[in-house]
Each structure stands twice: as C-alpha cells, then as structure tokens.
Antibody, heavy 120, light 108 residues
Framework: QVQLIQSGSELRNPGASVRVSCKAS????????INWVRQAPGQGLEWMGW????????TYAQGFVGRFVFSSDASVTSAYLEINDLKPEDTAIYYC?????????????WGQGTMLTVSS | SDDLTQPPSVSVSPGQTARITCSGD??????VYWYQKKSGQAPVLVMY???ERPSEIPDRFSGSSSGTTVTLTISGVQTEDEADYFC???????????FGGGTRLSVL
C-alpha cells in the first residue's frame, strides 16, 4: 500500500510563506487524489481541499481560497501545500491524505503530519 | 443543513460497548467514513461507506446507519481504543468534505 511521507516541522514568522511536501512511496501516485486536512491545537479535523494528481487541478474548501496553493510533481511522486502571508491562526498540524476509489473515496492513507508554528 | 454532529465525549469501561453517533441531514444521501485519531498520530480509517471495515481493523468495530444518523459501535472496548473519533462525509453537492466535530472516547 502506498505510504505518504511529509516534510518536517516548520516555524515561520507572520507574513512569511511555507511549503509542505507529501511524497508518495509508489509510482501509483496519480491513482490517489491528495486531500489536505489540518488540525489546529485543541480543535477537530478541517478539510482544506484536494488535488487531482492526474491533472494537477486543485479544489479549495471555503476558507482556503487565496493564500493556500496545492500543487504536485508526478515525476517525484510528490504533492505540495504552500501557504502564503502566514498568520498565527495558521498554526496547526497539516496532513495530506490519499483517497481511494476502492473505499468510495475514503481517506485511506495519511501522511504523518507536519506541524506548522506561526509566531514572531 | 450540511453539518455533521457528534457527541463531544463518550465514556465506557473496558469490555463494554461504545456507540458513537454522527448526525446530519446530508447522511440520508451520503456515506459516512470514520477515523480514529490518537494523540500525536495521524488519523486512521476505521470504517467506510457506513458499514464497511478495512481489513486491518479489528472486527469489534462495526457501523450502522438509520436515517440521518450513522453509528460507530465498538464492542468489547479495549484501552487501546481510547482516542478521538471523527466522522466524515461528502456534502450534499459532492463538492466539499465535511468532518464532524469529533468524539473523545474515554476508556475508564
């Protein structure tokens, strides 16, 4: 089964940018639409949107339009989340999750999470 | 409305049965997916399409659906089941994904 490996923790100042990577362990990367989910401290899971890894087309959830950018590079089986103009409220753990058609689109495979701290 | 409602907490003793509900009007049209989230770990899928269990999940986990409520049942709860459980569903338009607020299962 594919595994998703995310980049490590990040600390940024407000106003800066960050890019989180999510690397799939197998070449079947394009078989798994990649979703991005975040969990702020003490909060629940929040869906940010998803990336069609076949076409590279992103879909953003309400509240994640503008400063958030999903992208991918199939040649290195990786998806990316870029957040611009960071705000303290962006402090959270960010997860990538692969959805599988066989389970009706369930988020079957998750990255280990990337902790982002935004603080001056 | 396209909201998913879960009880904030459920407490059971080891060996008892825990039932965690997820309610929402959208659930008459869409399937629910359940995730177990332990502190410091990534979520794990424990149930999909209301009642289907991934092969690696113990059979003490089961799911059921009735109207606007879907229930995750854990029979013979073990201490290792202590975690937050989140339900998830597509919204009614299939353009977005909803998460319930999560239920903390305490095994006392």
């Amino acid at each position: 089964q594919v595994q998703l490996i995310q980049s490590g923790s990040e600390l940024r100042n407000p106003g800066a940018s960050v890019r989180v990577s999510c690397k799939a362990s197998e070449y079947t990367f394009t078989n798994y639409p990649i979703n991005w989910v975040r969990q702020a401290p003490g909060q629940g899971l929040e869906w940010m949107g998803w990336l069609n890894t076949k076409t590279g087309d992103p879909t953003y959830a309400q509240g994640f339009v503008g400063r958030f950018v999903f992208s991918s590079d199939a040649s290195v089986t990786s998806a990316y989340l870029e957040i611009n103009d960071l705000k303290p409220e962006d402090t959270a753990i960010y997860y990538c999750a692969g959805a599988a058609l066989a389970t009706g689109g369930a988020f079957e495979v998750w990255g280990q999470g990337t902790m982002l701290t935004v603080s001056s | 409305s396209d909201d998913l409602t879960q009880p904030p907490s459920v407490s059971v003793s080891p060996g008892q049965t825990a039932r965690i509900t997820c309610s929402g009007d959208v659930l008459t049209k869409q399937y629910v997916y359940w995730y177990q989230k332990k502190s410091g770990q990534a979520p794990v899928l424990v149930m999909y399409k209301d009642t289907e269990r991934p092969s690696e999940i113990p059979d003490r986990f089961s799911g059921s659906s009735s109207g606007t409520t879907v229930t995750l049942t854990i029979s013979g709860v073990q201490t290792e089941d202590e975690a937050d459980y989140f339900c998830q569903s597509p919204d009614s338009s299939m353009n977005s994904v909803l998460f319930g607020g999560g239920t903390r299962l305490s095994v006392l």
